[in-house]
């Protein structure tokens, strides 16, 4: 049968077609062993002596004559014996993927004069020469292959196997259904990177169900709560078959709800601060119109931030939050955020805000600014070469010597400076001396313009280490501005968070709830499973909760996060960095060691924060 005829091996797998042939060589070894390479398919002439007038195997057409009266030739389906599939010719042609021609030839040539011998015994029998003219040249070159076939021992016919067995296994290894479970790569991320701003609420979706979230036992709420308070952690098997029957899981989940704040109040939400005047209206304030009430407020307020500087200092607390009704501080504890010292960022504020911080004596960075002018300085040096270097270094010089019977010296330098960076466009129309500069008023006066434009800007966070954090606490303590005057946060102290108990606060837990929702995904609907959490939650918060989801989700979830928008520069990196020996002892932090792990990186956010989470197969990816 020719190729052209329809007949193709590629009906089944490589992997069967070789068990096959073997089993057929096997049962056959005698027939392939016959020198005289006739057998049941050595001629067309003694398929009549074959039952129904059937003739055994042979690749090419039924030699029967007796229904032949019609024009046509009745052939056998190829496909109803296994023997109908080897071919030596197409062996080649399908199985070398080189698609080596040559070797094929070598093939026929090999076979050339035994076949003819073969065709010109068979054309001598008669009522045969008739349907011999009709073969084509390629079945004529099959069926000289096949008569070569019979010659072969069974030894050699294996080997030919063999050689076949190599040459699929070739490209069957390139396919990616080839490729075992067990060399399948890691998850490309198994962690997403620390945010350390606030966030008011988290929206996590899954195809499996979070309905173990809710409505925990009671006995399950005490455990979770006790253990949050004694810094105990149950260890959680990877994957969890079924959640909502887990005891330890809906234990811990409650345990990564708590959080410690002051002061409370029951009847009003106290975070955010931050333009929340409609969460404080028509609400009851006592304490607006009553003076000893603020004192007593602010005195309370007081012994609680101190408490918690002491036990950030001796390492027993992470981090805390002060959420004030114009800025908010994060104080971080050393070896976190990738800082060896404690730290302390600031956001948003103002220039009078800066100035106290001044003339308290505290030192403080802008890093957001210092990085801007780092990088324009780094531009300015690539862009500005040649010609105009040397055009600067001369008006440097003679504006000097202008203004060196006026000024001193030590300040004639940094003057000039200023007004040559200003006024470069003069320079390069050639008319800086016709025109008359600003007097030192004015440049001072833009300078202060420059510095009040950064105000309630991300830019104008504020980086204070080392001991100058103490020396901020207590500026807080006595900073009459803290608390507002007027409104309707007058006379409220900031808000503390803490993801560890201090003197004067009291416990809460996030709100979670859980909904079953169907979500359209192209022309159909799939159930997908909420979970949704509200509150003021902290970035060791957030860690455990997505940590507990990764287990009882099965590696699959997803989350959209809500940031408090003035806490998200709080992933600005600060410029004391930890050195290869500075390591510390964390262990006293009452968190997660994993937790404790993430937050010692430096955050790579810069002055943006995490909005989108996405687990897949393990494996995070993140937008920001």
């Given at each position: 049968?020719?190729?052209?005829?329809?007949?193709?091996?590629?009906?089944?797998r490589?992997?069967?077609?070789?068990?096959?042939?073997?089993?057929?060589?096997?049962?056959?070894?005698?027939?392939f062993?016959?020198?005289?390479?006739?057998g049941?398919?050595?001629?067309?002439?003694?398929?009549?002596?074959?039952?129904?007038?059937?003739?055994?195997?042979?690749?090419?057409?039924?030699f029967?004559?007796?229904?032949?009266?019609?024009?046509?030739?009745?052939?056998?389906?190829?496909?109803?014996?296994?023997?109908?599939?080897?071919?030596?010719?197409?062996?080649?042609?399908?199985?070398?993927?080189?698609?080596?021609?040559?070797?094929a030839?070598?093939?026929?040539?090999?076979?050339?004069?035994?076949?003819?011998?073969?065709?010109?015994?068979?054309?001598?029998a008669?009522?045969?020469?008739?349907?011999?003219?009709r073969?084509?040249?390629?079945?004529?070159?099959?069926?000289?292959?096949?008569?070569?076939?019979?010659?072969?021992?069974?030894s050699?016919?294996?080997?030919?196997?063999e050689?076949?067995?190599?040459?699929?296994?070739?490209?069957?290894?390139?396919?990616?259904?080839a490729?075992?479970?067990?060399?399948?790569?890691?998850?490309?991320?198994?962690?997403?990177?620390?945010?350390?701003?606030?966030?008011?609420?988290?929206?996590?979706?899954?195809?499996?169900?979070?309905?173990?979230?809710?409505?925990?036992?009671?006995?399950e709420?005490?455990?979770?709560?006790?253990?949050?308070?004694?810094?105990?952690?149950?260890?959680?098997?990877?994957?969890?078959q079924?959640?909502?029957?887990?005891s330890?899981?809906?234990?811990?989940?409650?345990?990564?709800?708590?959080?410690?704040?002051?002061?409370?109040?029951?009847?009003?939400?106290?975070?955010?601060?931050i333009?929340?005047?409609?969460?404080?209206?028509?609400?009851?304030?006592?304490?607006?119109?009553?003076?000893?009430?603020?004192?007593?407020?602010?005195?309370?307020?007081?012994?609680?931030?101190s408490?918690?500087?002491?036990l950030?200092?001796?390492?027993?607390?992470?981090?805390?939050?002060?959420?004030?009704?114009?800025?908010?501080?994060?104080?971080?504890?050393?070896?976190?955020g990738?800082?060896?010292?404690i730290?302390?960022?600031?956001?948003?504020?103002?220039?009078?805000?800066?100035?106290?911080?001044?003339?308290?004596?505290?030192?403080?960075?802008?890093?957001?600014?210092?990085?801007?002018?780092?990088?324009?300085?780094?531009?300015?040096?690539?862009?500005?070469?040649?010609?105009?270097?040397?055009?600067?270094?001369?008006?440097?010089?003679?504006?000097?010597?202008?203004?060196?019977?006026?000024?001193?010296?030590?300040?004639?330098?940094?003057?000039d400076?200023?007004?040559?960076?200003?006024?470069?466009?003069?320079?390069?129309?050639?008319v800086?001396?016709?025109?008359?500069?600003p007097?030192?008023?004015?440049?001072?006066?833009?300078?202060?313009?420059?510095?009040?434009?950064?105000?309630?800007?991300?830019?104008?966070?504020?980086?204070?280490?080392?001991?100058?954090?103490?020396?901020?606490?207590?500026?807080?303590?006595n900073?009459?501005?803290?608390?507002?005057?007027?409104?309707?946060?007058?006379?409220?102290?900031?808000?503390?968070?803490?993801?560890?108990?201090?003197?004067?606060?009291?416990?809460?837990?996030l709100?979670?709830?859980?909904?079953?929702v169907?979500?359209?995904?192209?022309?159909?609907?799939?159930?997908?499973?909420?979970?949704?959490?509200?509150?003021?939650?902290?970035?060791?918060?957030?860690?455990?909760?997505?940590?507990?989801?990764?287990?009882?989700?099965?590696?699959?979830?997803?989350?959209t996060?809500?940031?408090?928008?003035?806490?998200?520069?709080?992933?600005?990196?600060?410029?004391?960095?930890?050195?290869?020996?500075?390591?510390?002892?964390?262990?006293?932090?009452?968190?997660?060691?994993?937790?404790?792990?993430?937050?010692q990186?430096?955050?790579?956010?810069?002055?943006?924060?995490?909005?989108?989470?996405?687990?897949?197969?393990?494996?995070?990816?993140?937008?920001?």
């Amino acid at each position: 049968m020719s190729q052209q005829a329809g007949y193709s091996p590629n009906f089944k797998r490589p992997a069967e077609i070789m068990r096959m042939r073997r089993k057929r060589a096997r049962s056959e070894a005698g027939v392939f062993a016959s020198p005289s390479g006739h057998g049941p398919t050595g001629s067309p002439g003694s398929s009549d002596s074959s039952p129904g007038c059937v003739r055994p195997f042979s690749p090419g057409p039924l030699f029967n004559t007796q229904n032949r009266s019609g024009g046509g030739v009745k052939r056998r389906n190829p496909f109803a014996n296994i023997e109908n599939t080897y071919s030596p010719k197409k062996k080649l042609l399908i199985y070398n993927d080189d698609g080596d021609a040559e070797a094929a030839a070598q093939t026929d040539k090999s076979t050339e004069k035994e076949g003819e011998e073969d065709v010109s015994t068979k054309t001598e029998a008669p009522g045969v020469l008739p349907f011999s003219s009709r073969l084509t040249e390629v079945e004529k070159q099959e069926r000289q292959s096949i008569s070569n076939k019979k010659c072969l021992t069974f030894s050699e016919d294996d080997s030919l196997f063999e050689e076949e067995e190599e040459d699929v296994k070739s490209p069957l290894l390139k396919s990616p259904q080839a490729i075992a479970p067990a060399s399948i790569a890691p998850p490309v991320c198994t962690e997403y990177p620390a945010d350390w701003s606030l966030k008011t609420r988290l929206l996590f979706t899954s195809p499996l169900t979070l309905s173990w979230a809710e409505h925990p036992k009671a006995q399950e709420q005490a455990l979770g709560l006790s253990q949050h308070c004694r810094a105990q952690f149950s260890p959680l098997p990877h994957i969890l078959q079924d959640p909502k029957s887990c005891s330890e899981l809906r234990c811990a989940f409650q345990q990564s709800l708590a959080y410690w704040q002051h002061p409370s109040l029951p009847w009003i939400s106290l975070f955010p601060r931050i333009n929340a005047e409609r969460s404080f209206t028509g609400k009851s304030t006592p304490w607006a119109q009553d003076t000893t009430l603020q004192q007593s407020l602010m005195s309370e307020w007081s012994v609680s931030v101190s408490s918690l500087y002491s036990l950030l200092k001796a390492r027993l607390c992470p981090y805390f939050y002060v959420c004030s009704y114009q800025f908010t501080v994060l104080f971080r504890a050393a070896g976190l955020g990738g800082s060896s010292s404690i730290s302390a960022l600031i956001s948003p504020t103002t220039r009078g805000l800066r100035e106290a911080m001044k003339a308290e004596g505290i030192e403080f960075s802008l890093p957001l600014v210092e990085e801007r002018r780092k990088s324009r300085e780094q531009h300015n040096l690539t862009a500005h070469q040649g010609e105009e270097e040397e055009q600067k270094e001369n008006a440097q010089e003679s504006s000097e010597l202008k203004a060196g019977e006026d000024c001193q010296a030590g300040d004639e330098g940094e003057n000039d400076d200023d007004e040559d960076g200003s006024f470069s466009w003069l320079k390069e129309m050639g008319v800086q001396d016709k025109i008359k500069k600003p007097d030192n008023i004015l440049i001072q006066l833009r300078k202060e313009g420059n510095a009040v434009s950064l105000d309630h800007k991300p830019e104008s966070v504020v980086c204070v280490e080392g001991s100058h954090t103490f020396t901020l606490i207590n500026f807080l303590i006595n900073c009459k501005s803290l608390v507002a005057a007027a409104g309707s946060q007058a006379g409220l102290p900031p808000t503390l968070l803490a993801p560890v108990a201090f003197r004067g606060a009291t416990m809460h837990t996030l709100k979670a709830r859980s909904v079953n929702v169907k979500s359209q995904v192209g022309s159909t609907y799939q159930n997908i499973s909420s979970l949704e959490i509200s509150g003021p939650i902290l970035p060791s918060s957030l860690h455990t909760v997505t940590t507990l989801l990764r287990s009882a989700q099965k590696g699959n979830f997803s989350g959209t996060l809500y940031t408090h928008t003035p806490t998200a520069v709080m992933n600005t990196p600060t410029t004391k960095e930890q050195g290869p020996g500075g390591s510390v002892d964390l262990s006293g932090f009452g968190l997660q060691p994993a937790s404790i792990q993430q937050l010692q990186q430096p955050s790579s956010l810069g002055k943006t924060a995490l909005t989108h989470i996405n687990m897949n197969n393990y494996s995070y990816t993140w937008k920001n």
